[in-house]
């Protein structure tokens, strides 16, 4: 047996640059946080000779090429083509479509589990790079690079997406008094829309490949501020990176008519009359989870528990993609 596990991520700054159909011309640059929220791949020899995978659903087929699920068939035609003797079970701390980067996070657990069982070595960067791959260029997702990085080098990390597609990766400097206050004051809180990325994504990516200059100069100031965070987080200055959040989340509403909804700015504006000195919604929008940063925990959290957000606590993660057990 085999287990894995790459945890999910929240974004710290300049989030929808990363999309090759920006950084491609422009260069991008954003800021994520991994946190511990996990989704978890099993492998085991079962005792039919046949593939098995359960997730939401449950496939049993004879060969690779059968299987629906996209990503999974992808990535065994990938690491381990041959393979007619297997079952392979995911588990999630949090479900998908809530803007925690979800898929990179399933992708990347799966491949570190299935090079196990070859017995490859592979490094973080080609990990993240593979799932990018699997997901880009052969799924064809409008999404971009950093979900499927952090999943696979966790921390609290800057990457920079260079217009050749390569992707320089550096841990932000942080004071151990800036991380423990960071982490204290970040709070979560799920809004209780669930979407899909893809379609927020695809209007974004559609939109950048035409050259509208709305949304160039929208994702060049939201680099801009990203480039800002990590002054401010470097320097200790949180609050400046609570006032960034808020600036980036009025912009980032500009990207598309689907990124919010009156449900979710009612929220957001309670949020910041009670305490959350700034905050965005996490992910593509369209629904998942506020994020806030806020000096007074407890009355942002009756604040809106009381309005009936259920509050996701969070820490970060450091360890990354990483195999728990191989028997």
């Known amino acids: 047996m085999i287990i894995t596990r790459s945890p999910m991520r929240v974004s710290l700054g300049g989030g929808g640059t990363d999309l090759p159909s920006y950084y491609r011309e422009h260069a991008g640059f954003v800021i994520a946080a991994a946190i511990d929220k996990y989704v978890y791949i099993t492998l085991h020899e079962p005792f039919a000779d046949q593939l098995i995978v359960k997730y939401s659903k449950m496939e049993v087929v004879n060969s690779v090429e059968e299987l629906n699920h996209p990503i999974v068939r992808e990535a065994l035609k990938l690491v381990a083509p041959d393979l007619r003797h297997l079952e392979i079970t995911s588990l999630s701390d949090i479900p998908a479509g809530t803007g925690l980067g979800s898929s990179g996070s399933f992708t990347t657990a799966l491949l570190r589990a299935l090079?196990?069982?070859?017995?490859?070595?592979?490094?973080?960067?080609?990990?993240?790079?593979?799932?990018?791959?699997?997901?880009?260029?052969?799924l064809h997702e409008p999404i971009g690079k950093q979900d499927q990085y952090i999943a696979s080098f966790g921390g609290i990390t800057c990457f920079s997406f260079h217009q050749d597609g390569k992707v320089d990766v550096n841990p932000l400097k942080l004071e151990p008094e800036t991380l423990q206050n960071l982490e204290d004051n970040l709070m979560l809180f799920f809004t209780g829309f669930t979407r899909s990325a893809s379609e927020i994504l695809r209007?974004?990516?559609?939109?950048?490949?035409?050259?509208?200059?709305?949304?160039?100069?929208?994702?060049?100031?939201?680099?801009?501020?990203?480039?800002?965070?990590?002054?401010?987080?470097?320097?200790?200055?949180?609050?400046?990176?609570?006032?960034?959040?808020?600036?980036?989340?009025?912009?980032?509403?500009?990207?598309?008519?689907?990124?919010?909804?009156?449900?979710?700015?009612?929220?957001?504006?309670?949020?910041?009359?009670?305490?959350?000195?700034?905050?965005?919604?996490?992910?593509?929008?369209?629904?998942?989870?506020?994020?806030?940063?806020?000096?007074?925990?407890?009355?942002?959290?009756?604040?809106?528990?009381?309005?009936?957000?259920?509050?996701?606590?969070?820490?970060?993660?450091?360890?990354?993609?990483?195999?728990?057990?191989?028997?």
């Open 203 to 327: 209007e974004q990516d559609t939109k950048t490949r035409a050259k509208s200059s709305d949304m160039v100069s929208n994702l060049h100031f939201v680099k801009e501020l990203g480039c800002a965070s990590k002054v401010a987080l470097e320097k200790g200055d949180l609050r400046e990176f609570a006032n960034l959040m808020q600036v980036h989340w009025e912009h980032k509403k500009g990207r598309s008519k689907g990124m919010t909804n009156p449900q979710i700015d009612e929220y957001y504006n309670l949020a910041r009359q009670n305490g959350a000195l700034g905050g965005k919604l996490i992910g593509a929008g369209g629904g998942g989870f506020l994020m806030f940063y806020t000096e007074d925990k407890t009355r942002l959290r009756r604040a809106l528990r009381g309005a009936g957000l259920r509050e996701v606590r969070l820490r970060f993660d450091f360890q990354g993609s990483a195999i728990l057990a191989q028997s």
């Open 115 to 138: 090079h196990v069982l070859q017995k490859n070595s592979i490094g973080r960067q080609e990990l993240a790079e593979q799932a990018c791959h699997i997901e880009m260029d052969l």
